[in-house]
């Protein structure tokens, strides 16, 4: 199984600020990533697919890009409403494996 | 309304049985892969199973395969979790999630773009 590794795990930020989380695969994964919010005790919410297209209805300050095994969440301008854990996630093969998830507090 | 609502969690003893379903609304069920998504108790996601739209391409998780069983009727707009077999790391709570097709005019992606609100599941004696 292809293995994704977020880091950092954690991080704190203040609003304005400008935040990156980074993903790796473990093999290449062409542009087959996605990158989903979940905030306490809701359900994911899908951001970016295919590494960099920004979901419908999801703010412009969000930003993905990469490929083949380096990846990376970039959200512009942090917002109080950004305080969430970000999880990558590739749909090149299976099984679909998640990264651990970074959480980021403001 | 465009939703997904699951059903069907509880506390089972290890080696005991549930069954999830989740119910569309809103869309067209039939047109859409359908997946189960877990997460253990402040644990991160973990990818269970997908079935595509006339369920004739099914994927496990290796942990899971040969214990649960997803299935789907598209007559109910519903999608199933057969889990049997199960143990104490399959506590979780239990997402099911639409799998959509996004293409640009060349390239194919798939993410899951509609969540429900999950239900849990408890494995314990």
């Known amino acids: 199984a292809i293995q994704m590794t977020q880091s950092p795990s954690s991080l704190s930020a203040s609003v304005g600020d400008r935040v990156t989380i980074t993903c790796r695969a473990s093999?290449?994964?062409?542009?087959?990533l996605a990158w989903y919010q979940q905030k306490p005790g809701k359900a994911p919410k899908l951001l970016i697919y295919g590494a960099s297209r920004l979901q419908s209805g999801i703010p412009s300050r969000f930003s993905g890009s990469g490929s083949g095994t380096h990846f990376t969440l970039t959200v512009y301008s942090l917002q109080a409403d950004d305080s969430a854990t970000y999880y990558c996630l590739h749909d090149y093969n299976y099984p679909r494996t998640f990264g651990q998830g970074t959480k980021v507090e403001i | 309304e465009v939703q997904l609502v699951e059903a069907g969690g509880g506390l089972v003893q290890p080696g005991g049985s549930l069954r999830l379903s989740c119910v569309a609304s809103g869309f067209t069920f039939g047109d859409y892969w359908m997946i189960w998504v877990r997460q253990a108790p402040g644990k991160g996601l973990e990818w269970v199973a997908n079935?595509?739209?006339?369920?004739?391409?099914?994927h496990y998780l290796d942990s899971v395969e040969g214990r649960f069983t997803i299935s789907r009727d598209n007559s109910k707009n519903s999608v199933y979790l057969q889990m049997n077999s199960l143990r104490a790391e399959d506590t979780a709570m239990y997402y099911c999630a639409r799998d959509r097709d996004y293409y640009d005019g060349t390239v194919h992606y798939d993410a899951f773009d509609l969540w429900g609100q999950g239900t849990m599941v408890t494995v314990s004696s």
């Open positions: 079935i595509r739209q006339d369920a004739s391409q099914i």
């Open positions: 093999q290449d994964i062409r542009n087959d």
